[in-house]
């Protein structure tokens, strides 16, 4: 059983939901990240979902297309990002690290070299958001005999046959994308989410996560009412993109306390 199918299990025998905050690796500088992962965790991650820095992030809006500009003003590639989940790994060997990323910096390695090295970091799960399922069956064989989790998204035009066939190639849970459009878009609706996510779990028994839209402690509840985790990314980028030094770290702490309350409480 994979880091990722033990968090839920757990959190499903204490009647709880998964809180996964979204980071991207290098930003504001890649001095901080492993310190912003380590404040996650205290401040109640159950996961943590770890951008990697990419030129074209189709899936993101502007606030996470910014913060790859960021930290690729630092040079912060896979491999970077690899050493710095290495480096959390030192003192933290418990909490699941999903990489989100795209599948150039995968190709641009190999994805036998690509699965390898994310062993050797200790990474648990991997969504790469342009690699159609129809096309990467020998890349999630890879990752599953290195017992690191494929994780899949469906969107709301995903149609039932394909869906299907994303959630036999997926392990450890499926992203649902709560909206149409990009990461950071607003008009979060629950009801229409809550019937969606009620469809996939009729299509597997995996755990169902929800992100894109969730920007407070309000949508967050809501959400995690009906899902099995909750995910927040652009909001929690757009605290660091507006802190300094001197309160990145109290003001992502502030932010991820109000969440994981809201979450417990669904």
């Not at 939901?17 to 500088?29: F, N, R, S």
């Not at 407070?216 to 995690?224: C, N, S, Y």
């Not at 993109?241 to 001197?246: G, K, Q, R, V």
């Amino acid at each position: 059983m994979s880091r990722i199918q033990s968090t839920f299990a757990t959190l499903k025998q204490q009647g709880k939901k998964a809180l996964i905050p979204y980071i991207t690796a290098g930003d504001p500088h890649p001095k901080y990240t492993v310190d912003l992962m380590h404040a996650l965790v205290k401040h109640g991650a159950d996961m943590i979902e770890l951008g990697v820095p990419f030129s074209d992030p189709m899936a993101d809006g502007p606030v996470i297309q910014r913060a790859s500009e960021r930290a690729l003003v630092h040079k912060v590639g896979l491999a970077s990002v690899l050493e710095m989940v290495k480096t959390f790994r030192q003192t933290n060997q418990i909490t699941p690290i999903i990489l989100m990323g795209y599948a150039n910096p995968i190709e641009a390695i190999g994805p036998v070299a690509f699965a390898d090295r994310a062993e050797a970091a200790d990474i648990d799960g991997v969504i790469t958001v342009d690699y159609p399922p129809e096309e990467c069956g020998d890349f999630v064989k890879e990752l599953r005999s290195r017992d690191i989790d494929p994780v899949f998204l469906l969107s709301p035009t995903t149609e039932p046959k394909r869906v299907d066939l994303i959630v036999s190639q997926a392990s450890g849970f499926v992203y649902y994308v709560s909206l149409k459009g990009v990461t950071g878009a607003a008009n979060l609706d629950i009801v229409e989410v809550s019937k969606r996510v009620a469809s996939i779990r009729t299509q597997t028994n995996l755990p169902v996560g929800v992100g894109f839209g969730i920007r407070d402690a309000a949508t967050a509840k809501a959400t995690a009412a009906i899902a099995d985790a909750v995910v927040v990314g652009s909001r929690m980028v757009q605290v660091i993109e507006a802190s300094n030094d001197d309160n990145l770290l109290a003001n992502v702490a502030a932010l991820m306390d109000e969440l994981k309350t809201a979450v417990d409480a669904a």
